[in-house]
């Protein structure tokens, strides 16, 4: 199984500042035949299920905020949340769907 | 619009079986896999496994192989989780969650969650 892992396990970020979190796999996630990374980001708010953020990496799903931005390939990706605001704060997961698939072990955002 | 509706909380003994259903509506049924996924209390996602509504066929991560069973009823488009040899470190909450684009892509929409607790 792809093994992701994210950092830092957690974060506290001031009001209108810049939060970045770093997912990297154990192996490639790049598919070739289409170039397209397999790696979604979600969110999390305590007691609701995850919410997708991005998927092929850097595509923002429909109705997410401008200030969340997917980037990175091959092994190394990074969610940006450009000027946090206070309903950001949340758990934030990268899922890679290459092949079985297999998630990060989260990062919590909070506010400084 | 697309809804994923779960069965409610469970309580079982250690050793015992649970089975979670997922009934989908707003979306044609046999058209997108379901997954699901499963959270500990103040732990991270674990995929578990995910079915083809269309003809049955299942894939399970390794460490599920032998416990768990996913099933469907395409007449009520449900899809069911079947955890057996219940353990403490089973309770968790159980998500269901429909594969976006067809077969092999990100989760894009979940159910609310079922709450399993395995105690003696």
């Known amino acids: 199984d792809i093994v992701m892992t994210q950092s830092p396990d957690s974060l506290a970020v001031s009001l209108g500042e810049r939060a970045t979190i770093n997912c990297k796999s154990s192996?490639?996630?790049?598919?070739?035949?289409?170039?397209?990374?397999?790696l979604a980001w979600y969110q999390q708010k305590p007691g609701q299920p995850p919410k997708v953020l991005i998927y092929?990496?850097?595509t923002r799903e429909s109705g997410v905020p401008d200030r969340f931005s997917g980037s990175g390939s091959g092994t190394d990706f990074t969610l940006t949340i450009s000027s946090l605001q206070a309903e950001d704060v949340a758990v934030y997961y990268c899922?890679?769907?290459?092949?079985?698939?297999?998630f990060g072990g989260g990062t919590k955002v909070e506010i400084k | 619009q697309v809804q994923l509706v779960q069965s409610g909380a469970e309580v079982k003994k250690p050793g015992a079986s649970v089975k979670v259903s997922c009934k989908a509506s707003?979306?044609?049924?046999?058209?997108?896999?379901m997954h699901w996924v499963r959270q500990a209390p103040g732990q991270g996602l674990e995929w578990m496994g995910v079915?083809?509504?269309?003809?049955?066929?299942?894939s399970y991560a390794q460490k599920f192989q032998g416990r768990v069973t996913l099933t469907r009823d395409t007449s009520t488009s449900t899809v069911y989780m079947e955890l057996s040899s219940l353990r403490s470190e089973d309770t968790a909450v159980y998500y269901c969650?429909?594969?976006?684009?067809?077969?092999?892509?990100?989760?894009?929409?979940w159910g609310q969650g079922t709450l399993v607790t395995v105690s003696s």
């Open positions: 969650a429909r594969d976006f684009v067809g077969s092999s892509s990100w989760c894009g929409y």
């Open positions: 707003g979306y044609t049924f046999t058209s997108y896999y």
């Open positions: 079915i083809n509504p269309s003809g049955g066929s299942t």
């Open positions: 192996q490639s996630v790049l598919y070739s035949s289409n170039n397209k990374n397999f």
């Open positions: 092929w990496a850097s």
């Open positions: 899922q890679q769907y290459y092949s079985t698939p297999t």
